[in-house]
């Protein structure tokens, strides 16, 4: 039997809050289409909603359309590659120009940023497990309730509630316990609609079952005004549901 020597902690990856970006070489989009790239884009105030006192939140401090880290960092094993949305993003949303790449700034963004992002993951899994036994991580995300030009899964409408799951890390019992609490919640949620998987450091990826993983993914209408970066007048109680839900794992996954 593994003997815990603290109290288990759970791991909330929180990868598209931010809209920073750090370095401005490459880019051609113009000002103002940027920041139309970043409203649509950003994940507005996930590192605000999941929040949790026994948790540790590894939160990427820049922007995706800067460096998205949920994307594998090969082009080729990368599906939204073939629309310029890879690991680094050269086109927008619609299609039309956001930066050129070459292969010296590939490989500092992959080193400095992407890199640096993903040995964080790694080592707060690894002292979960080395500590406890075993991992469990929460994805954290939004989605926009009208899709995306560049989405694969265009079919309206959108669920209030997404969970994504990875059919190797995430367990039947966490999938139940998590559905189970939305539905109790009275909120629409769908498995793996519209977007699909949740992220597992690379190291422990379908070969490791202690760790687990869960994306979680909540319809930006419940707490922003209708396209905008606006928190509306339901953010608390969003806010306040999504913390139960990482309540409810802790407790009965972890305590």
């Not at 082009?75 to 927008?92: A, N, P, R, V, W």
């Not at 939305?182 to 690379?202: A, K, Q, T, W």
Request: neutral net charge; hydrophobic residues 30%; glycine residues 4%.
């Amino acid at each position: 039997m593994h003997k815990k020597t603290a109290m288990q902690k759970l791991i909330l990856h929180i990868p598209h809050s931010s809209t920073d970006i750090p370095i401005r070489v490459g880019y051609t989009a113009s000002e103002d289409d940027i920041n139309t790239e970043i409203l649509k884009l950003t994940d507005w105030y996930t590192d605000d909603l999941f929040q949790h006192p026994e948790a540790i939140s590894i939160i990427t401090p820049f922007s995706r359309i800067f460096c998205d880290v949920e994307r594998f960092s090969e082009d080729k094993d990368e599906i939204m590659s073939q629309f310029g949305m890879g690991m680094l993003y050269e086109k927008l949303d619609s299609g039309k120009p956001l930066r050129t790449i070459d292969d010296t700034l590939r490989k500092n963004i992959y080193d400095k940023f992407y890199k640096v992002h993903h040995g964080n993951l790694s080592q707060a899994t690894e002292r979960q497990i080395k500590d406890h036994g075993k991992c469990v991580i929460v994805d954290c995300h939004s989605f926009s309730n009208t899709p995306f030009k560049r989405d694969i899964d265009q079919k309206m409408p959108r669920p209030q509630i997404n969970i994504g799951t990875d059919r190797y890390h995430t367990s039947k019992k966490l999938l139940e316990r998590s559905r189970q609490y939305f539905r109790n919640m009275d909120h629409s949620c769908e498995i793996d609609r519209p977007y699909s998987g949740s992220l597992v450091p690379l190291k422990y990826y379908s070969t490791d079952k202690r760790v687990e993983s869960i994306m979680i993914e909540v319809n930006r209408d419940l707490y922003l005004e209708n396209g905008t970066n606006t928190k509306s007048k339901d953010y608390d109680s969003t806010k306040r549901m999504l913390n139960g839900f990482l309540e409810e794992i802790w407790s009965y996954y972890l305590i």
